[in-house]
């Protein structure tokens, strides 16, 4: 599957965002935290991703993020492209787009979906609702998931060739789960 580099990269801000929330949290690391707990938390996701135009963040802003927040965490919950496309329209209509040609802080020409001086929750609705537009269009919605580890929430888009992929992280939740199949392989061997 071909992924222009700016819809690879509304997806990673996307998957970013829907794991900001607390129901994300691994059970083992304490109570659920969210990664979006205050304004400052808001302008470092917005520096980790580079987002452009953002200028003043207030509490406001911090409460539409959120709800954007909440209205992905949906699309990756929908069970079946009719409903994920339906929360995808939503989302992005409500933004208000404006396709526009841009290129900007040394990137080459691509489409920002949002209108000039949108705030940062339009911003995300309207280019991560078109990272995921492109997705459904694909017929590729399977590839929106979940972490299949039974202690982890974290949302992920798999881009592997054969749609195999099963762990938010191989690194992680990949290989503590095959560690853990090992080690009982073993204990039932001995035992």
Avoid at 53 to 80: E, I, M, S, T, Y
Avoid at 128 to 156: K, N, Q, S, W
Avoid at 172 to 184: D, I, M, Q, S, W
Wanted: aromatic share 6%; charged share 25%; glycine share 6%.
């Amino acid at each position: 599957m071909l992924i222009p580099h700016d819809t690879r990269i509304a997806l990673e801000t996307v998957v970013d965002l829907v794991n900001t929330a607390p129901e994300s949290e691994r059970p083992e690391a304490g109570s659920p935290v969210d990664g979006l707990a205050d304004i400052e938390a808001l302008y470092a996701f917005a520096g980790r991703h580079r987002v452009s135009g953002v200028n003043r963040l207030d509490d406001k802003d911090l409460r539409a993020v959120r709800a954007v927040r909440a209205r992905f965490a949906d699309v990756f919950a929908a069970a079946d492209a009719q409903v994920a496309a339906s929360l995808v329209n939503a989302l992005v209509a409500a933004a208000g787009t404006t396709p526009q040609l841009s290129n900007h802080d040394g990137y080459d020409w691509h489409v920002h979906y949002f209108a000039p001086d949108a705030s940062l929750a339009d911003h995300l609705a309207a280019d991560c609702g078109m990272a995921l537009a492109f997705i459904i269009v694909a017929g590729e919605t399977e590839r929106l998931r979940r972490c299949e580890a039974p202690d982890c929430r974290h949302a992920f888009v798999d881009l592997s060739r054969n749609r195999s992929r099963r762990y938010c992280s191989s690194r992680t939740c990949g290989n503590r789960l095959h560690v853990a199949a090992y080690r009982a392989r073993r204990r039932e061997a001995a035992g």
